[in-house]
């Protein structure tokens, strides 16, 4: 139990977020403690050596002005004054050989650097750095000519400067652990307000999948990219309910829908068993029942299709479709139907269109309209089917004189099996335009009605006239 919370709190993502944090943070406090050191290493040992070539010269001078008695009383005053223990002056000859010295006492194992002496010329001095076995710290050593025959050698301690370098390193050594800790703690707060939205989309969803549907998550109005997915969570959650809404109506009116095919269908059949018929009486039922099958197969056929053009499963076979082809196609199909009703079809084609699109769904399209149109136009009305072109898309119109759709219909008609109330005495399944608006939408264009009722009504599809990909 223990070890799975601890297991949980390793790969929870604040966790691995304030170690990145701490990682970062460590690199880069070395990274300037590092640059840090090293100026000042720099500055002040090239202080120290600016402040020995300073003084190389003073002796320089004073032994070329003064003489050697002078140089004597300089350095045994400088000495004195800085300290035996810290400074240390030596004149020797060009071969090493001493001429004279401040108190050695506490320098009698310094040796003098014979191959630095003997490289030496007139205006570099050269300088070294040693170690000295007695010595807690290293000195600094600088050989410089300062007279025809004659080398100086000054050495100063490095006492204050390494003082200051240990400080230095002490300083560090306690602060960067203390700003790793607090910068562990800093970045564990930061990455726990962050995602504590994540937490409440990740409660929300569990709430959701335990049955909570109606859960949403709080938006907390800061617009940040948790406060985006939380929308989008939110409209998705709006969209899939409203999806199961709209599935559950769907599934209500199939059932409620099926439902008087298959009570006809057995109503035949029942009526079948239980009466003897003559064989003419039989055939007669069993062609009814076929009838009746194949409207239930065609319903059935019909809803597939829908669900599968909304789905986008069923794809498009895409071709060069003219457009006045189209139209006169289809009206040369109904104009036998529209006959009958003594229904006059006229077509009107200004110019000529060409879209990409499938077809065979495209003539299903105007087959529909054409054929509701007729259906709910009474005898001796008018179709008109027309084209024309408006900002880049080919606009193709069907409208008739027919009994019209109230306003409050107008907006539902398109839904599944949804038929208005004064076509319900006309045979249909409320599907064909549901079917159309499927087709259209997967084409990349829209339907659109408008109606009145008793006033006839217009059916416009508008198609994008470049291609579909
Ligand atoms: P169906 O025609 O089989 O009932 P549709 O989906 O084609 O199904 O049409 C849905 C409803 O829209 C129809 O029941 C009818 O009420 C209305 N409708 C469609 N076209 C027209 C039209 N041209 N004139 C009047 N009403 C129409």
């Given at each position: 139990?223990?070890?799975?919370?601890?297991n949980?709190?390793?790969?929870?993502?604040?966790?691995?977020?304030?170690?990145?944090?701490?990682?970062?943070?460590?690199?880069?406090?070395?990274?300037?403690?590092?640059?840090?050191?090293?100026?000042?290493?720099?500055?002040?040992?090239?202080?120290?050596?600016n402040?020995?070539?300073?003084?190389?010269?003073?002796?320089?001078?004073?032994?070329?002005?003064?003489?050697t008695?002078?140089?004597?009383?300089?350095?045994?005053?400088?000495?004195?004054?800085?300290?035996?223990?810290?400074?240390?002056?030596?004149?020797?000859?060009?071969?090493?050989?001493?001429?004279?010295?401040?108190?050695?006492?506490?320098?009698?194992?310094?040796?003098?650097?014979?191959?630095?002496?003997?490289?030496?010329?007139?205006?570099?001095p050269?300088?070294?750095?040693?170690?000295?076995?007695?010595?807690?710290?290293?000195?600094?050593v600088?050989?410089?000519?300062?007279?025809?025959g004659?080398?100086?050698?000054?050495?100063?301690?490095?006492?204050?400067?390494?003082?200051?370098?240990?400080?230095?390193?002490?300083?560090?050594?306690?602060?960067?652990?203390v700003f790793?800790?607090?910068?562990?703690?800093?970045?564990?707060?930061?990455?726990?307000?962050?995602?504590?939205?994540?937490?409440?989309?990740?409660q929300?969803?569990?709430?959701?999948?335990?049955?909570?549907?109606?859960?949403?998550?709080?938006?907390?109005?800061?617009?940040?990219?948790?406060?985006?997915?939380s929308?989008?969570?939110?409209?998705?959650?709006e969209?899939?309910?409203?999806?199961?809404?709209?599935?559950?109506?769907?599934?209500?009116?199939?059932?409620?829908?099926?439902?008087?095919?298959?009570?006809?269908?057995?109503?035949?059949?029942e009526?079948?068993?239980?009466?003897?018929?003559?064989?003419e009486?039989?055939?007669?039922?069993?062609?009814?029942?076929?009838?009746?099958?194949?409207?239930?197969?065609?319903?059935?056929?019909?809803?597939?299709?829908?669900?599968?053009?909304?789905?986008?499963?069923?794809?498009?076979?895409?071709?060069?479709?003219?457009?006045?082809?189209?139209?006169?196609?289809?009206?040369?199909?109904?104009?036998?139907?529209?006959?009958?009703?003594?229904?006059?079809?006229?077509?009107?084609?200004?110019?000529?269109?060409?879209?990409?699109?499938?077809?065979?769904?495209?003539?299903?399209?105007?087959?529909?309209?054409?054929?509701?149109?007729?259906?709910?136009?009474?005898?001796?009305?008018?179709?008109?089917?027309?084209?024309?072109?408006?900002?880049?898309?080919?606009?193709?119109?069907?409208?008739?004189?027919?009994?019209?759709?109230?306003?409050?219909?107008?907006?539902?008609?398109?839904?599944?099996f949804?038929?208005?109330?004064?076509?319900?005495?006309?045979?249909?399944?409320?599907?064909?335009?549901?079917?159309?608006?499927?087709?259209?939408?997967?084409?990349?264009?829209?339907?659109?009605?408008?109606?009145?009722?008793?006033?006839?009504?217009?059916?416009?599809?508008?198609?994008?006239?470049?291609?579909?990909?």
């Amino acid at each position: 139990m223990f070890s799975e919370k601890v297991n949980r709190f390793r790969h929870s993502l604040a966790f691995r977020l304030t170690i990145l944090y701490m990682g970062i943070f460590t690199v880069l406090i070395f990274a300037a403690f590092y640059v840090f050191y090293q100026a000042t290493i720099s500055r002040i040992s090239a202080r120290t050596d600016n402040e020995m070539e300073v003084e190389m010269k003073e002796c320089s001078l004073i032994l070329a002005s003064k003489g050697t008695e002078a140089i004597n009383e300089h350095i045994n005053e400088e000495v004195k004054s800085s300290g035996i223990d810290d400074r240390f002056f030596r004149l020797v000859t060009t071969g090493g050989e001493e001429i004279l010295s401040s108190d050695i006492g506490p320098w009698k194992e310094l040796s003098i650097n014979r191959n630095a002496v003997k490289n030496l010329t007139k205006n570099s001095p050269v300088f070294e750095t040693i170690k000295l076995p007695t010595r807690k710290y290293k000195v600094r050593v600088i050989y410089g000519m300062v007279d025809s025959g004659m080398v100086l050698q000054i050495v100063h301690t490095l006492a204050d400067d390494e003082q200051i370098f240990q400080d230095l390193r002490v300083l560090f050594s306690i602060l960067i652990p203390v700003f790793i800790v607090l910068t562990s703690f800093g970045g564990w707060f930061m990455a726990k307000r962050s995602l504590s939205s994540v937490e409440q989309v990740t409660q929300t969803a569990m709430a959701i999948a335990d049955g909570a549907m109606e859960k949403r998550v709080p938006l907390t109005g800061r617009g940040d990219e948790i406060d985006r997915l939380s929308g989008i969570f939110n409209n998705m959650l709006e969209r899939i309910q409203s999806l199961i809404a709209e599935m559950k109506e769907v599934t209500d009116n199939i059932a409620h829908d099926l439902r008087s095919p298959i009570t006809r269908i057995r109503g035949l059949a029942e009526v079948t068993l239980i009466s003897e018929k003559n064989i003419e009486e039989y055939q007669s039922m069993a062609e009814s029942t076929v009838e009746e099958c194949d409207r239930l197969l065609s319903m059935i056929n019909m809803m597939l299709e829908i669900s599968e053009t909304e789905a986008g499963v069923s794809t498009l076979s895409l071709s060069e479709v003219n457009v006045s082809d189209l139209i006169e196609e289809a009206c040369d199909l109904y104009q036998p139907l529209a006959e009958e009703k003594n229904i006059l079809i006229e077509i009107n084609i200004p110019a000529q269109y060409q879209l990409t699109g499938d077809k065979g769904k495209l003539q299903r399209v105007l087959a529909n309209l054409l054929d509701n149109a007729i259906k709910y136009t009474p005898p001796s009305g008018k179709i008109i089917v027309s084209s024309e072109e408006v900002d880049k898309k080919v606009m193709l119109s069907v409208y008739d004189t027919g009994i019209g759709i109230s306003q409050d219909e107008t907006s539902r008609i398109f839904e599944r099996f949804y038929r208005a109330d004064k076509s319900r005495s006309v045979p249909g399944a409320g599907l064909g335009l549901s079917l159309v608006q499927a087709i259209v939408r997967s084409h990349g264009g829209e339907i659109k009605v408008s109606s009145a009722p008793g006033a006839g009504s217009t059916f416009t599809v508008s198609l994008p006239l470049a291609a579909i990909s």
